[in-house]
């Protein structure tokens, strides 16, 4: 990518203004960046009445990236249908940036894989990618109430089902480059059951003929959910629909253990802005007083420069400094059950920029 990259900065609400200004210094050392910071969120339905408003959609959509912090607290908490809700800006954001992809990595820091509910040597060299397709499936298709019946209708063309296993087969590529070792894709569906999963499946087979260098395997979602925990470092990237995608992801999230160290990305079509964030909430228990772990939101904007800005090299190194910081014993709150030096996001942040310098 030519030039300083523009990158719109949304906060958000509770701990998003500290991670997400921690991020910023992050990024400072690593290059030059131009950063458009806007509302979004509980913050934004406070000041214009609504989530999102259809300016900062189109800053997004004309930026080169999105960087998130988290929206929603107690403050917007409502049961009344009719009032704005901060996640109402989440949803308006991927389907205004039509982002169809959900790309949510695992990949337990070494020194922290004592946080992980499995066995240490069951999560050693655990690193994976889940690629969940975000606009399709059973969450938008027809849906109804009949007296005492109900339906969710799922549906998946082949073109939703070609570019989500584009998106999974170039990231296995991406992840791989340089490493030696052969990339490979793991395709989820419910096969021997459900028709949108045959197609699934024959279309996943067609893209994969394009992918020679790339391994292919299906597996039934009910298998996926019990090898991810029986055997988690033999997988790479796992592709699966939205529902699958769903709660396989939060699934594999579990194995670190840790809320705290989870970036994510959302990708639309190639050369489309991405929206990249922490997969945690905005954590109001803790938001102001300098306690929230920074780390997932540096992660995210390591993902932002690999997947977002063709800046893989930079994405290494933060990745890098991240592992660095927790050899070293630094610990925030959320953490801290791990043993190692208890410090805040400021003296985090620090030890992350020093161990970039060094
Ligand atoms: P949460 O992730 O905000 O917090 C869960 C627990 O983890 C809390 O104890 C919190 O202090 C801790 N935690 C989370 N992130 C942390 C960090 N970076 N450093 C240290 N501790 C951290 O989930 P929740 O409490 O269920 O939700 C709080 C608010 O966040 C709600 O309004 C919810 O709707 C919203 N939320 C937003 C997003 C998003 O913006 N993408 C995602 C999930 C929840």
Partial sequence: MNGTSRIVVLPGDGIGPEIVAAARDLLDALGQFSYDERLMGGCSIDEHGT????????????????????????KWD?????????????????????????????????????????????IAGTDLLVVRELTGGIYFGDSG??????????????????????TAFDAARRRAEGSGRKPKVTSVDKANVLETSRLWREVVGRVAAEYGDVELEHLLVDNAAMQLVSRPADFDVVLAENLFGDILSDEAAMLTGSLGMLPSASLGAAGAPGLFEPVHG????????????????FLSAAMMLRHGLGRGGDADRVEAAVDAVLERGLRTADLASEGGDQVGTAEMTAAVLEELDG
């Fill in 51 to 74: 989530a999102l408003t259809d300016e900062v959609l189109d800053a997004c959509r004309n930026a080169d990236a999105v960087l998130l912090g988290a929206v929603g607290g107690p």
């Fill in 145 to 166: 109430r009949e007296g005492d019946v109900a339906h969710d209708v799922c549906e998946y063309s082949v073109e939703e089902v070609d570019r989500i296993a584009r």
């Fill in 282 to 297: 905005s954590a109001p228990d803790i938001a102001g007083k300098g306690l929230a772990n920074p780390l997932a939101t």
């Fill in 78 to 122: 409502t049961t009344d249908p009719g009032a704005p809700r901060p996640e109402q800006g989440l949803l308006g954001l991927r389907k205004g940036m039509g982002l169809y992809a959900n790309l949510r990595p695992v990949r337990p820091s070494p020194a922290l894989v004592g946080a992980s509910p499995l066995r240490e040597e069951r």
